[in-house]
């Protein structure tokens, strides 16, 4: 070999070798920035990033050992219990560990409901925890005050904390038919739409505070078909938690079954932030409010829908839906002439739904200065100042209605 050919060796070698040194210190540089992120980013980030399993923090770890502990013998605490059909329901005659929640013997919010004099008007809400509204005692709910400003009016709470529209509906039809109802109210979380296409809790709200299995509707061209939980007993669906099982178990029409991560980076730092930011911007409400042709759009109104003709068949001259933003939603809406969930009292007019906005009334009121956005909220639900701001909605719209049950001073 000649020495032009030796030097064209000898530096292809030394390319070589520069090559393999420039990559092996990307990798190196690679794993060590992810090893910063995984000691420094990770511990402070707030929410669970996928691949999202079986379970996603400590609280619902805590839920499943509260649960088998239970199985076990241990006395049952708090108001929640496991329903095959609804997912979960409270406990009738239950208190809250710290004495704020009562529920009756119907397994409602409230003490017994007393039967309806004649003429008396008969109001049945529905909904999620800002139906049942959490966080405050039971005379600072809306119901509550709506109670105490029309005394002719009996006022039901039947919201339950963590429900979709779906879980919502199916427990009116339960509960509708020994009512008597004159009005139903349908209490509308603006974070509903993505539990109305959910399954599996964690996976549309990994940061949530059980493991919870829930029945869905799925859209037909004649109309809802009910999607049920497949376990009958609470010890089923906590063995599925368990082993991981549900995740297969409730993977049929999950719409938030997606894998963000592929397998083989699944225990990389930096691989689940980038496929956190784009889970959680998927899940962002304004954008699945504002797609009305999408599948959580069309399904919630399809509820809506259901509800109104429940509501009709069960005798109530009117079923009404009350729209709740969270104090971020709200928030956003100070600072803007329009609300990402506008779209939606197009499509329920269509229909002759009447849409109670909740998030208006408050806008208004903060606007006038009635009160700040922190007066009318408390941790993350309407504080006893918001509930007031409610009933107060509500009493006029019913006086408008129903003007035989006014209440002058409103």
């Known amino acids: 070999m000649n020495s032009v050919a030796l030097k064209a060796a000898a530096s292809s070698k030394r390319g070589r070798r520069r090559w393999w040194v420039a990559a092996l210190a990307s990798v190196v540089a690679l794993v060590g920035f992810d090893l910063a992120v995984t000691a420094f980013v990770l511990p402070r980030y707030w929410r669970p990033l996928p691949p999202f399993g079986a379970l996603t923090n400590a609280a619902q770890e805590a839920w499943l050992l509260r649960q088998q502990a239970e199985a076990a013998g241990v006395h049952a ?238 005798g109530a001259g009117v079923t009404a839906v009350v729209l709740f933003p969270t104090g971020d939603d709200l928030e956003r809406a100070l600072d803007s002439d329009s609300r990402y969930w506008d779209g939606l009292q197009g499509a329920l007019a269509e229909r002759g739904i009447p849409l109670l906005d909740i998030g208006a009334a408050l806008l208004d009121a903060i606007r006038a200065g009635d009160g700040s956005l922190a007066s009318f909220y408390g941790a993350s639900h309407l504080s006893r100042s918001g509930n007031g701001t409610v009933a107060r909605m509500l009493d006029r719209w019913l006086r408008g209605r129903f003007p035989e049950h006014g209440n002058d001073d409103g």
């Open 77 to 314: 605490s708090g108001i929640g219990r496991f329903d095959a059909e609804l997912g979960w329901a409270y406990r009738p005659r239950a208190v809250s560990d710290d004495g704020r929640y009562v529920i009756n013997s119907r397994g409602w919010r409230g003490a017994e409901p007393r039967a309806a004099r004649e003429g008396e008007l008969v109001v049945a809400a529905f909904g999620d925890s800002f139906t049942f509204c959490e966080e405050v005692g039971e005379d600072a709910t809306w119901e509550a005050q709506l109670q105490e400003r029309l005394p002719d009016v009996v006022v039901l709470n039947l919201g339950v904390g963590g429900y979709g529209t779906d879980q919502a509906l199916l427990r009116a039809r339960r509960e509708l038919p020994s009512l008597g109802a004159d009005v139903v109210l349908v209490g509308l979380l603006l974070e509903n739409i993505g539990r109305n296409v959910n399954r599996y809790r964690p996976l549309w709200y990994p940061n949530a505070d059980s493991p919870a299995a829930k029945p869905r509707f799925l859209l037909e061209d004649d109309g809802l078909e009910l999607l049920p939980i497949p376990y009958r007993s609470r010890d089923e669906l906590v063995q599925a938690v368990d082993t991981g099982a549900v995740l297969d178990d409730l993977a049929d029409h999950e719409y938030w079954a997606r894998r963000y991560v592929p397998g083989l980076l699944a225990n990389s730092s930096l691989a689940r932030l980038v496929a956190g930011r784009r889970a959680y911007a998927e899940r962002e409400l304004p954008r699945l409010w504002s797609d009305v042709d999408g599948e959580p759009f069309r399904t919630t109104v399809a509820l809506l829908e259901a509800f109104a003709e429940l509501g009709r068949a069960q």
